[in-house]
């Protein structure tokens, strides 16, 4: 048993009646007395899980990517059928794209922190010193990072399809982060507020599914409740930015109002999928 003494205690009083000090230094002191390491910081942190994540994953990119551009694609071609042109067209070769990032951040990310949570994986984590929020935006940016190559692909495949110009797909270089940590965080949430993995990979299933039906079906074409839906999936102002690119004369006001909204629901999901871990690490 170690004996810290009592001089590095928070608020501990010393001989002559003066107080220790701040609770910032004598924490510290507790724990270089204790023989523990320094308190990580976020960045760093982030860091590390995410190289950690994305070494992990790397094993199975090439079938995740595969299966999630496949699907992407063979959605556009089934929709040729009936999409002639114009703001349909717009609207199918946008959110096929997005799709791909919904596939990835939100479907496999929920199964993740569904397994991750039901095998006892958050208690290696929870004896890290890492903080919560580390370890779900490094998760969630590993899994949205193998969204880019197959998001790419079928950008420029819809464009070929449809006849769509392609001067404007630098968008995504905005659109893939800023959709892919709003899904994300829905997804590492949905995962980790699940009671059993199966919740978890049905909800994540679900959650794909909202984006395939309210992100790829052009929205004219939907009851007026359906749209208010779509309104409330996290991806739709991806989608919507990068569908506004594809016109003769985009309104780039209206574009960086949908992505600083997109932006803003990140960040929501984000912290709603931290505050989730710490709720399942605690239990």
């Known amino acids: 048993m170690s004996v810290v003494p009592a001089e590095v205690l928070p608020g501990a009083a010393r001989a002559d009646g003066s107080r220790s000090g701040h609770g910032t230094d004598t924490e510290d002191g507790v724990r270089a007395v204790a023989g523990l390491g320094p308190r ?15 070494s992990r994953a790397r094993v199975a990119r090439i079938p995740l990517l595969f299966v999630a551009t496949f699907q ?32 990835v951040a939100l479907n496999l990310l929920a199964q993740y922190f569904g397994q991750l949570r039901a095998s006892g994986g958050l208690d290696h984590y929870a004896t890290l010193p890492v903080p919560p929020a580390a370890v ?47 899904l994300a965080g829905l997804g590492a949430a949905l995962g980790l507020l699940a009671p059993r993995p199966e919740l978890a990979t049905l909800l994540g299933q679900l959650g794909m599914s909202a984006a395939l039906l309210l992100g790829v079906l052009p929205p004219d074409r939907l009851p007026l409740v359906v749209q208010y839906a779509r309104d409330l999936l996290p991806s739709t102002y991806g989608v919507e930015a990068f569908g506004l690119t ?8 209206v574009v960086l109002l949908d992505l600083a909204v997109c932006a803003g629901v990140g960040v929501a999901s984000l912290a709603v999928a931290t505050w989730a871990y710490r709720r399942a690490a605690v239990r």
Not at 40 to 54: G, I, N, S
Not at 77 to 85: A, F, H, K, S
Not at 149 to 177: D, N
Not at 246 to 253: C, E, K, L, S, Y
């Open 246 to 253: 594809f016109g003769a004369d985009p309104d780039w006001g």
């Open 40 to 54: 990580a910081r976020l960045w760093p942190a982030l860091a590390a899980v995410y190289r950690a994540q994305l």
């Open 136 to 182: 779900v935006l490094g998760a969630a940016a590993a899994y949205a990072s193998f969204t880019v190559p197959g998001t790419l692909v079928t950008a420029v495949v819809g464009c070929m399809l449809f006849g769509l110009p392609l001067t404007h797909l630098w968008i995504l270089i905005a659109v893939i982060p800023l959709a892919g940590a709003a």
């Open 72 to 103: 992407s694609v063979g959605i556009m071609v089934l929709m040729r059928g009936v999409v002639d042109g114009g703001d349909e067209a717009h609207a199918v070769v946008a959110g096929s794209s997005v799709l791909v990032v919904a596939f």
